[in-house]
């Protein structure tokens, strides 16, 4: 059974940086591609980056130039470094894969203040 755990969310001020961690278990990690995505109250959950089994990288346009997404096969981690974050950077963060089956982690929350 394929388990996503997401960690590194946190409170932080406009212009700060986090970086979260997805840690996965249950599957063949370095064959996935991953995904992070993000949920703000009141908006439907959108993608954010995604990163390749061989490490290709794509990012949507709000995030481009300041987030950075990466993987570590050997201990099955995925992280996504966020900088210059703002406030519409608020949100749950889910961490994503599509193994057998669409498998989801239960979110971080990222809160950034003005």
């Known amino acids: 059974q394929v388990r996503l755990v997401e960690s590194g969310g946190g409170s932080v001020q406009a212009g700060g940086s986090l970086r979260l961690s997805c840690t996965a278990s249950?599957?063949?990690?370095?064959?996935?591609?991953m995904h992070w995505y993000r949920q703000a109250p009141g908006k439907e959950r959108e993608l954010v980056a995604s990163?390749?089994?061989?490490?290709?990288?794509t990012y949507a346009d709000s995030v481009k130039g300041r987030f950075t997404i990466s993987r570590n096969n050997a201990y099955n981690i995925m992280y996504l470094q966020m900088d210059s974050l703002t406030p519409e950077d608020t949100a749950v963060y889910y961490c994503?894969?599509?193994?057998?089956?669409?498998?989801w982690g239960r979110g971080t929350q990222v809160t950034v203040s003005s």
């Open positions: 249950g599957m063949n990690f370095k064959i996935a591609a």
């Open positions: 994503n894969t599509y193994y057998r089956t669409d498998n």
């Open positions: 990163i390749t089994s061989s490490g290709s990288t």
